[in-house]
């Protein structure tokens, strides 16, 4: 079993700033994607960033310059730093984990990000 905690999130202005963490306990493995994706309300579910544990890492089009995925394998743990919120950034975040090579996936219990004014 795989579990993730996730701490951060909340409420900011737009053009604020926001940290989200995602750390991972359990039967992990050495190789594994890791990584954030967001579900704004009515919406489905996308992919925000994702990360290998090489350090290859993708975004969504939309955070590209703005948010920032790292990662520390020693700890498990994956970050996201947003910068330059907008409302549209509006979500609930969970965090993701995929196992490799076996491609079964873990997710978070989702932390509420809001960009209002």
């Known amino acids: 079993q795989v579990q993730l905690v996730e701490s951060g999130g909340g409420l900011v202005q737009p053009g604020g700033s926001l940290s989200l963490s995602c750390a991972a306990s359990?039967?992990?493995?050495?190789?594994?994607?890791m990584g954030w994706y967001r579900q704004a309300p009515g919406k489905q579910r996308e992919l925000v960033a994702v990360?290998?544990?090489?350090?290859?890492?993708d975004y969504i089009d939309s955070v590209k310059g703005r948010f920032t995925l790292s990662r520390d394998n020693a700890k498990n743990t994956v970050y996201l730093q947003m910068n330059s919120l907008k409302p549209e950034d509006t979500a609930v975040y969970y965090c993701?984990?995929?196992?490799?090579?076996?491609?079964?996936?873990?997710w978070g219990q989702g932390t509420q990000v809001t960009v209002s004014s």
């Open positions: 990360s290998t544990n090489i350090g290859n890492i």
């Open positions: 993701i984990l995929i196992r490799l090579p076996q491609r079964d996936d873990y």
């Open positions: 359990g039967s992990i493995g050495s190789i594994y994607r």
